[in-house]
């Protein structure tokens, strides 16, 4: 109670109080460089890797992992660790595409149910409910058999997906806000409906959103991965992750590291953006619980 | 405070919110929970009809897929949604063919999309049974016996991030790999024994179980912090009994909120692994139909998905009051 | 004869990182067969990890040169030791039933539990021992509570349980936590009877409490801790008559009541909270309190046939008051008695069902909030929970300064008024920038009062400021109020449970049950000669120091 003052941790600027303590914490930090690695991957390639990852050359196909080909090479001879690092681009483009779309759309909508209460927030919450009654890919699914496969149609279909989870969270989080004591304290100071919102209410019905959106963005890699091993991603002979996958699958008895390397790729992928976005969780929550 | 975002998946809360639970008597709480869950699906099947509505193209075109278009299939297209007559009628015949089960032929395939669909449903029902088997058991042990230990604890949460984020196809492969290739200590694909059905379901079921672990731990871990715990540990009772009789009720509540998103999960997860083990079964249809533009078969599944959805939710719902006597609203001091 | 309870030298540590954060310094404690000791102090003192030490459920390192426990030597003691003797050599009883038995069991599972039978069916003899042992704690009817959860016992019956199932083994000693913290005065007088009766019986008995008072009816003997050592140790009668230390001096003058009237609560040098004053003077003289100004003439507020339903009852029932400038006129009742929805209504933050607010003689209820908003600056709120009542991402000097945006007091003026306001508070320019984590308690109270008075307002409505703080910072925060309201002439309209506290405030009170105003007059005729029986109750329940 009134024993101690808390140690100083302002809820200004926590990004950036969280990547100060980056250095301290070996998990946090390896984390941290294998995203910047994935960073440059995506945005050029050719840094990492020389090979091209697309133009095939039987002679070299199914070669074991050696000193020319780290990854080994796949069944039409393409050169496996350069389509791993090639594939980047399309994982981290769909997976922030559809978190943005999510996010954007899912903070609108919780916002308003939020704000407006009665039939608008009864309308949006049972549309939530609705959409949410189908099961992610599923949906996704139903949307690219209206669309037809492909990276653009990929990132909606997930997008659209994921919009309720963020909706539910920020609806509910208005709604703690805005009978929270200091809404109530500001109210009794004659400051209108309009100042009240913008200044207590927004922010921080807002704020968990970017932590949010970190968490579900390994989600969101996951199932696009899922989506693209179905075929419903971008068409071969794109580097996507999950179509390497899927191809792989058809060679695992002869050709094992096909299989492998983009699997693990993905998965220390989404490793990396969870324990990031976790920690970060835990230092907002630490923050704002006594 | 703000729903349970526990962990990267679980962040949406459950379906139902169950504060709506409070109020009335307990019949009437159970009523409204199953009016609710026939609310939505009424409004998942508009919702479907409205998609075709709107949908770019004339509804034969989306109906028919990428079957060469007769006049006879036309015919028998526009006979069958019965195009000619009003919208409305449309969408109450619609409507009543779904009640009765009936979703439709598929142009494609040339059958009944009921039909199809029950053939296909035991073996996804095998699946998903015996990966959510696994993956209460895997939650369970792991979170009874690490949780308020440092090290165990430790080592468990980086096992359940690392299958948390572990593709579930990939993991398939792996263990494909591993079990049948090199090991051949079970068959490659199919749903001919018992046996085929090991890796699927580890596949499917080991992710989703990570995630049960971390919620059920986090619950376990916040009731032994509760006064309630010192209590009953001032009795001379044991730790281990402490967490068995009194902490893991109060972990099934968080946990139970993740109903919704396990059953979607699994669901989701079983067209994935089905196409990863070759298995037979409604995800390999859904697949099909979805790369094939085969719509009737598409919106049958998904319609059925969502009544699962729904139907297992409200359940859920209800053994959420038996689990939790301060939700039933028939004492004194609620009433208040 | 052998004692009960018999350590030297206790020490309790909480290893952090390589270092350890020692919380309880060398402390001696003797507990003799049929004694009631009360181990008394502050937040942040130790005493309760003490308590838990004695079951072995501290949590932390805990270290003496002599530890026995029943004639037990516990200091080798192992996990299996200490369960043996838990329950059936000690029971222990914590604050709240409500949270402090498992709510998710049944009151006869969770008796079954504590007798060492338990099991999803209570087996028929349990169920018997359980009946009666319901009924030695003095539960009417206890067939009918058996299959009952916690949540649906009332708060008393609920502790009554709570008591049961520490004692269902007959222990030696019974240590108390906090018994009677969370309750309401009339509940707490009938469980300090049950504890009575059980000393009556010759049972022996650790109370822990942070109130002089409480202990005062109970305990043979007292030790005051604070900060993990015992300042003072003697028995009862002695510590509260002549106190030998000087904190145990200012505790007993820092609690509000009748005789303290007119005077301040804490010695007036003190400025900041926690200032270690174990070598400070000993200052036995209380210091009066400035005069207060009330103009009877001038009513700053008048409420008239107030009612507020909600579901099927009333949560205000027809409450009338007025209030003069510069008075200050207290509501005092139990939860749900319905007077934080009167202190609402009176803000506007809830609208009447029907009755009427005037404000400076101009309607105020049932106006639209557009047409308020310019004159809610001279109505000014401290709530009970200051920091959330904080936007937590705001500065000490936003936060006071918010409350200055309808009086149109911008730029370097406001800064000033801040700074000024801040002063007055004593906490000066120097929290301008801190954030509301970084504040103590006391600290927050005091810029919700620095914000409250910063646009100088007419009114001042303060729903239980005090009752979440501990009884030397609440004295402070109590005689700040005080001066500030009798230097600025404000009404203040003041909430609170505390008899003590309306008592040493306020001039006028209003007592309230169940919606209504049972009660209204001078504090001093109201408490001396009650007129109602409630009041009379009430009255009765307060635990008073001799």
Not at chain 2, 217 to 222: H, I, K, T
Not at chain 2, 307 to 326: G, I, N
């Given at each position: 109670m009134s024993a101690l003052p808390a140690p100083a941790e302002h809820e200004t600027a926590p990004a950036s109080q969280f990547l100060r303590r980056l250095p301290t914490n070996p998990g946090l930090a390896l984390a941290a460089l294998f995203l910047a690695v994935i960073a440059i991957a995506t945005v050029s390639p050719a840094l990492l890797a020389t090979a091209d990852p697309i133009a095939a050359d039987p002679l070299q196909a199914q070669l074991p992992p050696s000193w020319e080909h780290w990854f080994g090479t796949d069944h039409l001879g393409r050169d496996v660790f350069s389509r791993v690092v090639h594939g980047a681009r399309y994982s981290i483009l769909i997976g922030v595409g559809a978190v943005a779309l999510a996010a954007t759309a899912g903070s609108f909508l919780g916002l308003v149910a939020g704000l407006s209460r009665g039939l608008i927030d009864e309308i949006i919450t049972r549309l939530l409910d609705v959409v949410s009654a189908f099961p992610d890919l599923l949906l996704a699914l139903v949307l690219i058999s209206f669309t037809g496969p492909g990276t653009t149609n990929l990132i909606f279909a997930l997008g659209v997906a994921f919009i309720p989870r963020f909706a539910r969270v920020v609806r509910a989080q208005t709604f703690v806000i805005a009978r929270s004591g200091y809404v109530e304290q500001a109210r009794t100071f004659g400051l209108s409906r309009t100042v009240l919102v913008l200044r207590h209410v927004l922010p921080h019905a807002v704020a968990q959103v970017p932590i949010l959106a970190t968490i579900g963005l390994g989600t969101a890699i996951i199932g696009a991965a899922g989506l693209s091993f179905l075929g419903m991603g971008p068409q071969p002979p794109a580097p996507e992750w999950g179509a390497m996958l899927a191809e792989a699958r058809n060679y695992l008895r002869v050709a094992w590291w096909i299989g492998v390397w983009p699997g693990l790729a993905i998965t220390l992928t989404v490793i990396a953006i969870s324990v990031l976005g976790r920690r970060w969780q835990t230092a907002f929550e630490g923050r704002r619980s006594e | 405070m703000d729903s349970q975002n526990t962990s990267a998946i679980s962040s949406a809360p459950t379906f139902f919110a169950s504060h709506r639970l409070r109020r009335n008597g307990l019949a009437a709480q159970i009523a409204g929970r199953i009016g609710s869950g026939m609310l939505v699906l009424w409004a998942?099947?508009?919702?479907?009809?409205?998609?075709?509505?709107?949908?770019?193209?004339?509804?034969?075109?989306?109906?028919?897929?990428?079957?060469?278009?007769?006049?006879?299939?036309?015919?028998?297209?526009?006979?069958?949604?019965?195009?000619?007559?009003?919208?409305?009628?449309?969408?109450?015949?619609?409507?009543?063919?779904?009640?009765?089960?009936?979703?439709?032929?598929?142009?494609?395939?040339?059958?009944?999309?009921?039909?199809?669909?029950?053939?296909?449903?035991?073996?996804?029902?095998?699946?998903?049974?015996?990966?959510?088997?696994?993956?209460?058991?895997?939650?369970?042990?792991?979170?009874?016996?690490?949780?308020?230990?440092?090290?165990?604890?430790?080592?468990?949460?980086?096992?359940?991030?690392?299958?948390?984020?572990?593709?579930?196809?990939?993991?398939?492969?792996?263990?494909?790999?591993?079990?049948?290739?090199?090991?051949?200590?079970?068959?490659?694909?199919?749903?001919?024994?018992?046996?085929?059905?090991?890796?699927?379901?580890?596949?499917?079921?080991?992710?989703?179980?990570?995630?049960?672990?971390?919620?059920?731990?986090?619950?376990?871990?916040?009731?032994?912090?509760?006064?309630?715990?010192?209590?009953?540990?001032?009795?001379?009772?044991?730790?281990?009994?402490?967490?068995?009789?009194?902490?893991?009720?109060?972990?099934?509540?968080?946990?139970?909120?993740?109903?919704?998103?396990?059953?979607?999960?699994?669901?989701?997860?079983?067209?994935?692994?089905?196409?990863?083990?070759?298995?037979?079964?409604?995800?390999?249809?859904?697949?099909?139909?979805?790369?094939?533009?085969?719509?009737?078969?598409?919106?049958?599944?998904?319609?059925?998905?969502?009544?699962?959805?729904?139907?297992?939710?409200?359940?859920?719902?209800?053994?959420?009051?038996?689990?939790?006597?301060?939700?039933?609203?028939?004492?004194?001091?609620?009433?208040? | 004869m052998m004692p009960l309870v018999d350590i030297r030298d206790l020490t309790i540590a909480f290893p952090r990182g390589s270092q350890e954060n020692r919380v309880v310094h060398g402390i001696n404690l003797t507990i003799h067969e049929g004694e009631t000791v009360a181990l008394v102090g502050e937040s942040g003192s130790g005493k309760s990890v003490t308590a838990r030490a004695l079951i072995g459920l501290s949590g932390a390192v805990v270290g003496a040169s002599r530890f026995d426990i029943v004639g037990d030597g516990v200091l080798g003691f192992r996990e299996r030791d200490w369960r043996r003797l838990r329950g059936s050599k000690i029971g222990f009883v914590l604050q709240d039933a409500l949270v402090s038995l498992d709510p998710l069991r049944k009151v006869s599972q969770q008796l079954a539990d504590a007798f060492g039978h338990p099991g999803y069916f209570v087996r028929r003899d349990v169920r018997e021992e359980s009946r009666a042992l319901l009924h030695s704690v003095g539960i009417p009817d206890p067939e009918r509570r058996l299959p009952q959860y916690p949540h649906q016992l009332s708060g008393g019956l609920r502790q009554r349980a709570l008591i049961a199932t520490a004692i269902a083994r007959r222990p030696s000693l019974l240590i108390a936590d906090e018994p009677t913290t969370a309750l309401d005065a009339t509940v707490q007088k009938q469980i300090l009877d049950l504890f009575a009766e059980r000393k009556q019986a010759g049972h022996t008995l650790l109370l822990i409490s942070h109130d002089l008072a409480v202990v005062a009816r109970l305990a043979d003997r007292v030790l005051v801790m604070k900060q993990g050592k015992i300042v003072e140790e003697g028995p009862t009668k002695q510590i509260l008559s002549e106190p030998a230390h000087p904190y145990t001096r200012r505790l007993l003058d820092a609690v509000p009541s009748a005789s303290s009237r007119g005077f301040r609560l804490s010695p007036a040098t003190q400025t900041e909270d926690n200032a270690p004053s174990l070598h400070a003077t000993v200052v036995c003289q209380r210091l009066p309190l400035p005069p207060k100004r009330i103009d009877a003439a001038q009513r700053v507020l008048s409420a008239s046939g107030l009612v507020k339903r909600y579901g099927g009852g009333f949560a205000v029932n027809n409450v009338s008051f007025e209030l003069a400038a510069g008075e200050a006129l207290g509501i005092v009742g139990e939860s749900g008695s319905g007077k934080t929805t009167v202190a609402k209504i009176v803000l506007g933050l809830i609208e009447p069902d029907s009755g009427t607010v005037l404000v400076d003689g101009q309607p105020w209820s049932h106006r639209s909030e557009a047409k308020r908003r310019a004159r809610r600056a001279s109505m000014q709120l401290i709530a009970q929970d200051a920091l959330s009542s904080f936007d937590p991402r705001y500065t000490v000097e936003k936060i006071v300064g918010e409350s200055l945006d309808t009086v149109g007091v911008f730029g370097r003026d406001r800064r000033r008024r801040v700074i000024e306001v801040l002063d007055a508070v004593r906490l000066g320019a120097t929290f301008l920038d801190r954030y509301p984590r970084e504040l103590s308690g006391g600290q927050r109270q005091r810029v919700a009062i620095a914000r409250a008075f910063a646009p100088r307002p007419k009114l001042l409505i303060a729903d239980e400021p005090v009752s979440a703080l501990d009884v030397s910072v609440q004295a402070q925060v109590l005689d700040l109020l005080a001066e500030l309201q009798a230097a600025s002439g404000t009404a203040l309209l003041f909430i609170s449970h505390d008899l003590g506290v309306i008592h040493h405030l306020t001039d006028r009170v209003l007592v309230m049950k169940d919606g209504r105003v049972v009660e209204t007059g001078a504090v001093e005729t109201v408490f001396a000669s009650p007129t109602h029986s409630y009041t009379r109750a009430l009255l009765d329940a307060v635990p008073a120091l001799p």
């Open positions: - | 998942a099947v508009t919702l479907s009809f409205v998609s075709l509505q709107l949908a770019p193209g004339d509804i034969v075109s989306l109906l028919i897929g990428e079957q060469l278009r007769t006049p006879e299939v036309e015919a028998a297209i526009r006979a069958e949604w019965g195009l000619d007559e009003p919208l409305l009628s449309q969408y109450l015949s619609y409507l009543t063919r779904i009640l009765h089960g009936d979703f439709g032929r598929s142009y494609i395939l040339q059958t009944e999309v009921s039909q199809l669909v029950l053939s296909q449903i035991l073996p996804t029902l095998k699946l998903t049974t015996a990966a959510l088997f696994v993956a209460i058991i895997f939650g369970l042990v792991s979170a009874v016996l690490t949780a308020g230990r440092r090290i165990p604890r430790g080592i468990a949460g980086a096992l359940e991030l690392t299958l948390v984020s572990t593709p579930s196809f990939w993991l398939g492969i792996l263990l494909l790999y591993l079990f049948s290739f090199t090991l051949k200590l079970f068959p490659v694909s199919g749903d001919r024994s018992f046996s085929a059905l090991v890796l699927p379901a580890l596949a499917l079921g080991l992710p989703l179980g990570a995630v049960v672990g971390q919620v059920l731990r986090q619950g376990l871990e916040r009731a032994l912090e509760e006064p309630f715990a010192l209590t009953v540990r001032s009795w001379g009772t044991s730790g281990l009994v402490l967490r068995l009789r009194h902490g893991l009720r109060h972990a099934a509540l968080p946990a139970v909120t993740l109903t919704g998103w396990l059953v979607g999960s699994l669901l989701s997860g079983a067209v994935i692994t089905e196409s990863v083990f070759g298995r037979p079964g409604l995800g390999r249809v859904t697949v099909e139909a979805v790369l094939g533009h085969d719509l009737p078969v598409v919106l049958a599944v998904a319609i059925l998905s969502a009544f699962v959805y729904v139907t297992l939710s409200t359940l859920v719902d209800v053994l959420y009051l038996w689990l939790d006597p301060r939700l039933r609203s028939d004492s004194p001091e609620a009433a208040r | -």
